[in-house]
């Protein structure tokens, strides 16, 4: 669960910090996260795929969701 913080830092290293987390493609916040985790050794937070790997299985052949599909797709 996400949770809002405010952050203190110098107003001349405000847009230097926002410049560098666009360049990696990252919002500030998710830099700064990804900060404190390495600094915390919590390692960088799992992936969407990480996240849901092994989640699901797959559908039951009795599953009447699986008829259609495997209709046009077998």
């Given at each position: 669960?996400?949770?809002k913080?405010?952050?203190?830092?110098?107003?001349?290293?405000?847009?230097r910090?926002?410049?560098?987390?666009?360049?990696?493609?990252?919002?500030?916040?998710?830099?700064?996260?990804?900060?404190?985790?390495?600094?915390?050794?919590e390692?960088?937070?799992?992936?969407?795929?990480?996240?849901?790997?092994?989640?699901?299985?797959?559908?039951?052949?009795?599953?009447?969701?699986?008829?259609a599909?495997?209709?046009?797709?077998?």
């Open positions: 669960m996400k949770t913080l405010t952050v203190t830092i110098d107003r001349d290293l405000l847009p910090a926002k410049r560098h987390a666009r360049a990696q493609g990252l919002s500030l916040s998710a830099l700064i996260e990804a900060r404190l985790r390495e600094a915390t050794g390692g960088p937070a799992p992936g969407f795929a990480a996240r849901w790997r092994g989640a699901f299985g797959p559908a039951e052949r009795t599953d009447p969701r699986y008829e599909p495997a209709r046009k797709y077998l």
